[in-house]
């Protein structure tokens, strides 16, 4: 019998060498570029060969397919590996992606990520630990794991209680998405360009010269975060949600009925276990962040919030999640 002929397989990271940068293409666009086992493999070992290569200067770091740079980590097959009780895999996965996190942070040479989409955990990781964020008018930015029941995670509970008062604490419970101007306003980016700029930017980039990111980079005005910030600190800047609630309760305007309303959907296991963790994260270096995430990653998704958080939202996208009641925070912590 004839052999029907395959086409190749569309690698799912195109790393290289190009001029004198280093180039991570993060290519599985139709799951927005979201980060499986093996991209987690191939860009480890990019980021450990352009580390060692004098020829490279400086990475640059891209998403494929126009729409997203990453939307996080496959945690449909999480959720898969949750069912079956594969709990050794789930926790290869987690590792090697917390491994390439702060390999990241680590990196000796810029790391620079063109955030031009969606951008949510995972991607959050693989750009947040490097040296440049660059957003354009089309990123969107957001730590959404309440609403799957898992917690943000990738280093974030470093990150995110180092934001400007209160603002990691609301991104993480509530999910909030920032637009790329946001998201420079809030600190989890560094730099704004337009669309329009960055390819001239990319070009101007492989010479290998990261100071090309300030010549391209444009001022961004106090916008939503800034509007928002003093509302912000005052709901969210709580120890307990019980005090948050009753601060969005008190506030009494559209944004923090919003605010209630969100946090009424979201996993309460979830959120209750995000806010200790940040608690826990402020007083932490970003290895220690990592290494609680890890453990916290083994209880998380053994709780049935976790498969059906991941249903709601990804697999059946009815967005009815059924949340078990909060469980005991000690239980989840170890
Ligand atoms: C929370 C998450 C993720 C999410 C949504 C959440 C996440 C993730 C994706 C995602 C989205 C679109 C895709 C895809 C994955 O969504 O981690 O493959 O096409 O990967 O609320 O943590």
Redesign the pocket.
Known sequence: MAETPQPMAEPSVIARREGAAGTILMNRP???N?LDGGMIEQITAALRAFRDDPAVRLVVLEGAGGRAFC??????RMRELALAGDAAAIEAFFAGEYAMNFAIAEFPKPWISLIDGVC???GIGVSVHGSHRVVTEHAMLAM??T??A?FPDVGTSFVLPRLPGALGTWLALT?ARLKGAEAVEAGLATHFVPRAELQALRVALLEGDAKAVDRFAQPVAPGAVAAQRAAVDRCFGHASLDAIRTALEAEGTDWAREQLAILGKMSPTSMAVTLELLRRGAGMTLAECLAMELALTRTVTRHPDFAEGVRA??VDKDNAPRWAPQADLSAMFG
């Open positions: 139709r799951a927005l979201a939307a996080g980590g496959d945690v449909r949510m955990g995972g959404p794991e609403a799957i898992l999910g939202v990804l």
